[in-house]
Structure formats: structure tokens, C-alpha cells
């Protein structure tokens, strides 16, 4: 074969690969989260080689890692006003109130959704504490005027605790791109009437890297608890260790230093990225390990994602 020839066939080659398509699917897995030590204050310092990553048992190799403070935070803030929760009603009002005065910073925001069986969005975003607060009393004064969030359904009993998290979170929180995202939910954790289940909430907190923070207010009879009871406090429970929140009783005397623990942990948390070794697209669930080497550790984080 000429020299001459040799050269037209490689520059023909070339300019065939120049015109196809490149395809790159890197599957990179991001996961945010918090280390506590003993006494359940944040460990700041460590690296990645302070950690060890498992997806379905299988170890990965981290490729990114981080640790963010000062974060912007962006919250969506979910009362229940169902009649379950109508001996708290005062309460919520202080509770959210303090939380807001605790946490809400001058780069956060934050919107308030209150439910029953209709999803209310009683104040769109804002920086005020004062704002999200008044617009919560000019709820209780006539329900009707706020515009309901999802879509319009038909909900014959009065609890529509699943809806109240999936929809503020795929029509609010799934489309912010910077800082930290949460849903701080004041209920007792009981739903009669959604169109979603647990395993949806779950799924939407987790694909938009939303950490729930449950306060829970369980109105508990003479007998003590009863089968509803252990059911929402169960619910709260997995929805907050799923996602790499926390749950918390609404009755407990430290509850401002349970809000401080919040903001903490959206304000300074470290980031990991790593490609999965299972890059299928099967739509499994994949479950998340993040193993501290150093005893006495514990880590807040999402405990998986769906491989979508």
C-alpha cells in the first residue's frame, strides 16, 4: 500500500470518528452526609480515606470527596392540620415558629405547605421568619384561600400525610440546584388518604437528595400507645433514616437543641461521589453503605437510590 493511500485511508478514518457521536455514561452515585461522634457532635476533618463505601455489599471506589460548610439550606416546612392533630395546633405554631428563629439564616428559604386531605401551600418562598409565621396564622383563619399544591383529587377521609411529602418535594424542592434541601414535617405520621404510599415518599426524597427531619406529635390516650400510634411513630422513623434525616418527639424539653441539630447537619456535611460497579439501569433499588473506619461514628445519610 503507497504512503500516498495509507494517508488518505487514516485521514477518512479520522473524520468518520470526528462526525459520530460520543456517549458517556459515567454513573456517578452522590451521596451527602453527616458524621456524629458519642456525644452526637459533628466530626469535621475527616477524608475520604476515613470511610469505606458499599452499594448492595458490593465496596466502590470513592471519586469524589468533600466537606461543605456554610451552606444556602432550602427547606420546604409540612404541618399536618388534619384532626389528629388539632390538640397540637398551638404547638406546631410555636414549634415552627422557634425552629424558623433557630435556623433559617440570611441565605436559606424556606415555604410552608399545611395539610389534611387537601395539600394547602400557605406561603410560597421566603427569607422570613416572620412571614412563613403570619402566613400560617392567616391559614388558620380561612383554609380556603390558599392554593392547593399537586393535583386535585378526590380524598374521602382526612389524612393525606404521603401526598403532603412526595408533592412538595417533585413541585418544589426536586428543581433547587445549590445547598442543602430538606422537608422538616410537623404530624403524627398517619395517612388515610393519599394516592402515594411510604415507598413513594421514600423514592422522591431520595432521587432529589432530599433529607426529611420528622417532629412528631402523637396524641396518646390513658391506655397509652395503640396500633396507629406505633404506625406513624414507625413511619417518621423510616422516613428520616432513609433519607438521611432525623426524627424527633415534639414532647421532649430539648427540642430547640434538636432544631439547632438540624441546621447543623444541612449547614456542614461532606460529599462523596463514586461510580457504581452495577452501572444497569434495571430500576432495583440500590442500597448504600458509608462505613466509618474510626470507632464510635455514626453517619446520616441516604440509605440508597433507584437505578433509573
Known sequence: MGLLRLCSLVLAA???????????DVHLINVSFSARDSRGLLVPNLTGDDFEVFEDGAPQKIAFFARTTDIPMTLGLVADVSGSQEHFIKQHHHDLEKFLKTTLGVRDRAFLVCFGNHLRLVSDYSDSPRDLTDALYDFEKDRREFPELGPRERRILGTAFYDAIVYPITERLSSVEEGSRALIVFSDGEDNSSAHHMLDAIEAAQSA?????????????????????????????????????????????????????????LRSSYELAYHTSNPTSD??????????????????????????
Open 14 to 24: 479520522a473524520a468518520l470518528i470526528a462526525q459520530a457521536p460520543i456517549r458517556v
Open 209 to 265: 437528595d432530599v433529607r426529611i427531619f420528622a417532629i412528631r406529635y402523637t396524641e396518646i390516650d390513658h391506655h397509652g400507645l395503640n396500633a396507629r400510634n406505633k404506625y406513624g411513630m414507625s413511619v417518621m422513623h423510616r422516613l428520616a433514616r432513609e433519607t438521611g434525616g432525623a426524627d424527633f418527639d415534639a414532647n421532649e424539653k430539648d427540642l430547640a437543641s434538636h432544631f439547632r441539630e438540624i441546621g447543623e447537619d
Open 283 to 308: 430500576e432495583s433499588f440500590r442500597k448504600i453503605v458509608i462505613r466509618p473506619k474510626q470507632p464510635g461514628l455514626t453517619v446520616r445519610a441516604k440509605t440508597g437510590y433507584y437505578a433509573h
